[in-house]
């Protein structure tokens, strides 16, 4: 599994087939009931954020998405089922939302819906030509104000298919989309009879919701965890983080998304850097936020790194492998100024890296709700900040299959002000993919700050530790 453009999807032609529900599954979905379990967090800003953007008839680009190549001629009634079989597993993925008078209103189909069939819908010639049918498709159906919120299709050919997958937002994240491919590919291979291991049980995202909810109301202003995030923000002038170099925007500009990608070092290489981590007593993790924060210091002067973070909560129930939005948002600080070495920022970064677990503990609009309520952030709460992800593909179900192997996850590509990196650790590579805004400033800083980083990155799995530089002997004075 890698995360890549979207344009850097290009099956092999074959004739395009989409699956549908059946007509009396989307009679079931029309009539399905109010359910009471609340949206999550995230879910319910994604759909706020959704709701203003039809308002405003901008494109839907909120979607995910994920594709493999599986071996073998398509049995279409098999993978019909395998479909039905996934939506039965993930409770969520029966659901669609309203906006009601201004209250998001969750609506849950039986398991009547959950029944589907194939349409064929031509061919394509071209990669533009597919391009422009998946986009089209995912921005009119992967949406989720009328259900289903996903979509499937597939191209056909002789000898394989590409089994492709897209979701809306609200339904999906990242640790979702990795194990979806490899839960479909499996699910099919048990239905053509071929052997394959049963998926796991699989927790409901609407169980995970009304739990975090809880979770939250468990937290006040005075919580360690929400005064941690007060002390982080006081320490950074009350600021959402921001990528350190000119991006070409305004203050509150966004410009259309670029992505960038860029293979950082080769699996040797990794393994390396990841020996160096552990030397200097911290792992991989917070290895490359050292590494991130000595880019920052270096390029920019920062001599405190401060950054937001993702963070799975699918260990707090039986969410291994469930579909849903699993994840929280923490703040990562910590000093870069008076280290003389990668090893010295990666034993501080690792000590940041802990704290911002402890701080994840609490749901991030616990915090935000604290933070508003006191005027400690102001503005700067409507500001998305820039993110930094690390992931490690190594430990996801399915790593080692084919239908993993040859996965490649994808999104859509709106609009951005910011230039957020997903660093990711698969058995070939660390890469990076971001996404920037699309003009020549911002082109220029990107390829400066990532060539950085791949620099110190690369001294270290070479020598085991970089001595730092300061910004005054690299000539930006």
Known sequence: MIITAMGSWKPEPGKLLEWHPVGEALDAARRAPVHPAPTSFLQEDHLRAAAAAAERDDDHHAYTGVATTIDGSLDRDALSRAIAAYVLRHEGLRCWFEIDDGAVVRRLGSTAVASFEPREVGAFATDEEFQRYVRARFSAEATAFEWPGFVVGAVERSADFTLYYAADHAFTDG??????????????ALEIGEDAPAPAAAGSHLDYSSEERVRAAQYGPDAPEIQAWKRMFADNDDKMPRFPLDLGLAEGERGQVRIVERHLLDADATANFDTACKVAGARIS?????????????????????????LSTRHLGDYGVSQGWFVNFAPVAFEVAGANSFSVVATRAHAGFEKSKQIAEAPVHAVLGALAADGTLGSELAVSPNMLSYIDFRWFPGVGRPADARGEHFTGEGATSNASMWINRDADHLYLVAQVPDNDVAAESVERYHS?????????????????RSPARMGFH
Do not use: W
């Open 286 to 310: 917070s290895g490359v936020f050292a590494a991130v924060a000595i880019t920052d210091y270096e390029l920019a002067e920062r001599e405190n790194y401060f950054g937001i973070t993702v």
């Open 175 to 188: 640790g979702s989309q990795a194990l979806v491919i490899s839960e479909l590919a499996d699910l099919y």
């Open 452 to 468: 950085h980083l791949q620099r110190v990155l690369e001294s270290v799995a070479r020598e085991g530790d970089y001595a730092l």
